[in-house]
């Protein structure tokens, strides 16, 4: 038995040197009908914040924002605004890289930003009253600036929510 295991392994090394498997382009290729046209880039596309939030952040952050703790995605879900409370914290949310890596426009990025900060969205009332909303302008000026330690900067945010009195719930830090 153990013998089969070895020509097979030999074989799948001889059929590909980099063990990898190998797919030849087929030049009489054609898209899958309905996907005939060229798709438009996501900073090009008109989409809603909803739409974006879909393409960009349910992946991991999940639909409402609950996220996946197994995974080191931390729960944005009724949170997520505290940050604007502490030094720092409203630059965070832009140079986290879900979104400075978005294929997102700086303007729209606001706009996703401000959409998940509204009371009755993701942030469930966690923004301080007085919120003001995210520009293009903003987002451009910290969004290539990246953060080298992304748990220990988050961290820090989190202690200076805490000692703001604000009940950190168990899923905000994974």
Known sequence: MRSIFCVLALTL???SPSGEARVIPDPKQRPAPGNEARQTPIHQANYSPAVNYQLQCLGCHLTNGEGAPRSDIPMMQDFVGNFLKVKGGREFLIRVPGSSQSALSDSQLAELLNWILKDDGIAGGSAPKGF????????EA??????????????NLIEQIRDLNIDIPENVIP
């Open 13 to 15: 090394i001889v059929v």
């Open 132 to 139: 003001k909303p995210y520009t293009g302008k903003e987002v």
């Open 142 to 155: 910290y969004r290539d600036k990246m953060i080298k330690d992304l748990p220990g900067y988050r961290l």
